[in-house]
């Protein structure tokens, strides 16, 4: 099992509706949690980060931990082509020694 | 504000021989990290520096060598390349300082090096 698990998509959805990406990862000692966008032979960008149980929301995305089912998700408002890219979940446990674990991510396309 | 520098950005190598991947950040940042991403396998951490003069393993070191050379800089060396280290590779560095790290702060990414091995 890995420790940071996406749907690799791609992941399909009309322009202006929501986009929800989700993640699922291994270790319950797992303390921070990151969303990156990777648009096309680019960088890793931060745009999210998520710590305590609930909703954290920044503009048009939202962020959602659920530690007690080890998950987290990202919601995307009001979707725009410009959204369209590789969307990576990372994990950080405390005792990791691996530092953040990032998961293959999964692939969105925004469709005009 | 450049960021994380890395150099260069693409690189083709033959197989045995060597090279040196750059990188700097003027971020002031204390921990360093490298990165290789593959298709279907995500980024895993190649080596880490939390500090200068320190560097530790990551999840796959086999076949490189990294210098923390100053606050500023961290490099990744191969020295004898194979195919199997044809990958794109990141430099990446964050606020935080590994050793008393919080959370609170994700990393920051180099633009990368696409480097393929022949």
């Known amino acids: 099992q890995k420790e940071v698990e996406q749907n690799s998509g791609p992941l399909s959805v009309p322009e202006g509706a929501i986009a929800s990406l989700n993640c699922t990862y291994s270790d319950r000692g797992s303390q921070s949690f990151f969303w990156y966008r990777q648009y096309s032979g680019k960088s890793p960008e931060l745009i999210m980060s998520?710590?305590?149980?609930g909703d954290k929301e920044d503009g048009r995305f939202t962020a959602q931990l659920n530690k007690a089912s080890q998950y987290v998700s990202l919601l995307i408002r009001d979707s725009q082509p410009s959204d369209s890219a590789t969307y990576l979940c990372?994990?950080?446990?405390?005792?990791?020694?691996?530092?953040?674990?990032f998961g293959s991510g999964t692939r969105l396309s925004i469709r005009p | 504000n450049a960021g994380v520098t890395q150099t260069p950005k693409f690189q083709v190598l033959k197989t045995g021989q060597s090279m040196t991947l750059q990188c700097a950040q003027d971020m002031n940042h204390n921990s360093m990290y490298w990165y290789r991403q593959d298709p279907g396998m995500g980024l895993r951490l190649i080596y880490y520096s939390a500090s200068e003069g320190t560097t530790d393993k990551g999840e796959v070191p086999n076949g490189y060598n990294v210098s923390r050379l100053n606050k500023r800089e961290f490099s990744l060396r191969l020295e004898s390349a194979a195919p199997s280290q044809t990958s794109v590779y990141f430099c990446a560095s964050s606020e935080e300082e590994e050793d008393s790290w919080t959370g609170l702060y994700g990393y920051t990414f180099g633009s990368g090096t696409r480097l393929t091995v022949v």
């Open positions: 998520i710590y305590s149980n």
């Open positions: 990372a994990v950080r446990a405390l005792s990791s020694a691996s530092k953040i674990i």
